[in-house]
């Protein structure tokens, strides 16, 4: 199985800032038909993951600008900046490039 | 907008089997993949597997091979999932999900005598 190496496990931010998440797989997550199927969720408490970006670099429908996705082959990043109230959570890699899917074993994402 | 409904929360003897629910709206139940995902208390998550409605296809994680058996109905527009001779370990939350950018409220399943 794919193994996701999600850092930081818990990440201490100031409203107004910015964050940074990193992602690495154990390997390539190129696909063969040349799509790279890694995406980022957020979990809030007590609900549901919400998808906020889809291969790599891709915003989901009403995902702010202020998330942005970045990375290739086994590194990715995902940025949030100027932090607000409402994105605090759990943030959550998964790659579908592979069978089983797998996923990061999250980062907490908390106010400094 | 899209919504998935699922079950409630269940409460099962060791050895014992649930079945949980899962209800699609707002858009054509047949054209996507629907997934399951588990998330055992305060961890991460898990997927399970998938059905294709349209054909009844699925894709299983190995680890979840025996353990988990995905159906449909298409009349309704309904996702099960059956989890067979439960025991402590599969005491989570469960997660339907279209595609993965749709995800139900979850349904919790404790196993205990």
């Known amino acids: 199985d794919v193994v996701m190496t999600q850092t930081p496990v818990s990440l201490p931010v100031s409203l107004g800032g910015q964050a940074s998440i990193s992602c690495r797989s154990s390997q390539s997550l190129v696909h063969s038909n040349g799509n790279t199927y890694l995406h980022w969720y957020l979990q809030k408490p007590g609900q549901s993951p919400q998808l906020l970006i889809y291969?790599?670099?891709n915003r989901f429908s009403g995902v702010p600008d202020r998330f942005s996705g970045s990375g290739s082959g086994t590194d990715f990043t995902l940025k949030i900046s100027r932090v607000e109230p409402e994105d605090l959570g759990d943030y959550y890699c998964?790659?579908?490039?592979?069978?089983?899917?797998?996923f990061g074993s999250g980062t907490k994402l908390e106010i400094k | 907008q899209v919504k998935l409904l699922q079950s409630g929360a269940a409460l099962v003897k060791p050895g014992a089997s649930v079945k949980m629910s899962c209800k699609a709206s707002g858009y054509t139940f047949t054209d996507y993949w629907v997934s399951w995902v588990k998330q055992s208390h305060g961890k991460s998550l898990e997927w399970i597997g998938e059905?294709?409605?349209?054909?009844?296809?699925?894709n299983f994680n190995e680890k979840f091979k025996g353990k988990a058996t995905l159906t449909v109905d298409k009349s309704t527009s309904t996702a099960y999932m059956e989890l067979s001779r439960l025991t402590s370990e599969d005491s989570a939350i469960y997660y339907c999900t279209r595609s993965l950018d749709a995800w139900g409220q979850g349904a919790s399943v404790t196993v205990s005598s």
């Open positions: 059905i294709y409605p349209n054909s009844g296809a699925t």
């Open positions: 998964l790659q579908s490039t592979h069978f089983p899917l797998t």
């Open positions: 291969r790599v670099s």
